[in-house]
């Protein structure tokens, strides 16, 4: 059964590093994020000794925002009856685990620094579960690689996206996601790391990059954006993620369906622009109808059109008809 391929469009409220280190924060977004309508809301697990060199210069802002293990587990089983929607991002080996121990989640999400742990990669085989694959930074070859790898057992989406805090309109290049989608014969995701303070493009670019075929549409959630706090800068607040996944779930009535036929709207407006036929002059009743006793003008209600004149040449008239 596919997770992913449900649907016209996918949207994941992605909390990342927004709770600060707290559970109270994280429930409290997670309620949030649930509530805007999001397909799935996606949570990212670490260990910082795991992650990161002590030397990095990140190391301590990322220990502060750690969250321990029994922690996640408590928390995770308090919203277990959300297993549908919930996608967890594992970063090193140590979290995939304590993930597969769990086993309440509907997917999980690779990311970058994990495609080349071989460990990683066959315990997530293993698991069998569909996969969002983050491919950004990341040279053709080691995707082909990788989408071998995976492709025979499980769902598996390409997740294309960059953040550079935020990412440059520029830096966007989002025919790479045409590109994949000729590509590979698999989903294609987008994750946005567009400026949110930039109130147009970060809501309208990923519609265009669901046009380009992105499936699967990722973006950031955070309590308040206008505290600058972790992970702001590509993120929306609640409300304006709820009006995110509106637009989606519009665009799809604005988008309609791959065929060509005429709904009530089309044939209002063939009433008021198209031209059809009239009495050119008065026609008596019992005449015989020719060619130029018509005349064709907009009447506002769908008559008779030029290429269906031959239904009415020669035939008897059952009434006097006015001109026009």
């Known amino acids: 059964m596919k997770y992913f391929g449900q649907k016209d469009h996918f949207i ?8 600060d280190g707290k559970i109270s924060k994280l429930k409290k977004l997670t309620n949030f994020s649930i ?13 910082a000794n795991k992650l990161l060199s002590t030397s990095n210069p990140l190391y301590n802002e990322f220990k502060k925002i750690e969250i321990n293990y029994a922690e996640w587990k408590k928390f995770f089983l308090s919203y277990k009856k959300y297993k549908k929607k919930i996608i967890v991002e594992p970063f ?17 999400k690779v990311p970058v620094s994990c495609l080349d742990d071989k460990n990683y990669l066959f315990l997530l085989k293993k698991m069998n579960k ?3 694959i983050s491919i950004a930074a990341t040279e053709i070859k080691e995707i082909q690689n990788i989408y071998k790898f995976f492709n025979k057992k499980n769902e598996i989406v390409l997740m294309y996206g960059i953040q550079n805090f935020p990412t440059k309109l520029s830096d966007l290049n989002l025919n790479k996601i045409s590109f994949l989608k000729e590509k590979f014969k698999c989903l294609i995701g987008y994750a946005d790391h567009t400026d949110s303070d930039d109130t147009f493009y970060s809501k309208y670019i990923p519609l265009l990059a669901h046009s380009l075929g992105a ?7 955070t309590i308040n954006r206008h505290l600058k ?11 304006e993620f709820r009006d995110f996944v509106n637009i989606f779930n519009y665009k ?3 988008f309609g369906k791959k065929i060509w036929t005429l709904n009530k709207a089309d044939k209002k407006y063939a009433a008021f622009t198209k031209k059809y036929a009239v009495a ?3 026609i008596k009743k019992d005449k015989k109808i020719k060619r130029s006793d018509i005349d064709f003008k907009r009447t506002n209600i769908i008559g008779i059109e030029n290429k269906k004149i031959n239904l009415i040449l020669n035939k008897k008239t059952k009434k006097n008809f006015k001109t026009d």
């Open 229 to 239: 706090g972790r992970d702001y800068y590509s993120a929306f607040n609640p409300d």
């Open 12 to 19: 994941i409220a992605e909390i990342a590093s927004s709770h």
């Open 215 to 221: 499936n699967i549409i990722e973006k950031h959630i």
């Open 252 to 254: 799809k009535k604005i």
């Open 35 to 47: 509530n805007t309508g999001a397909d799935a809301v996606k949570f990212q697990i670490f260990k």
């Open 130 to 132: 569909p996969i969002i």
């Open 280 to 282: 050119k002059k008065s």
């Open 92 to 108: 090193d080996f140590d979290s995939l685990e304590l993930c597969n121990s769990l086993n309440i989640f509907s997917a999980i």
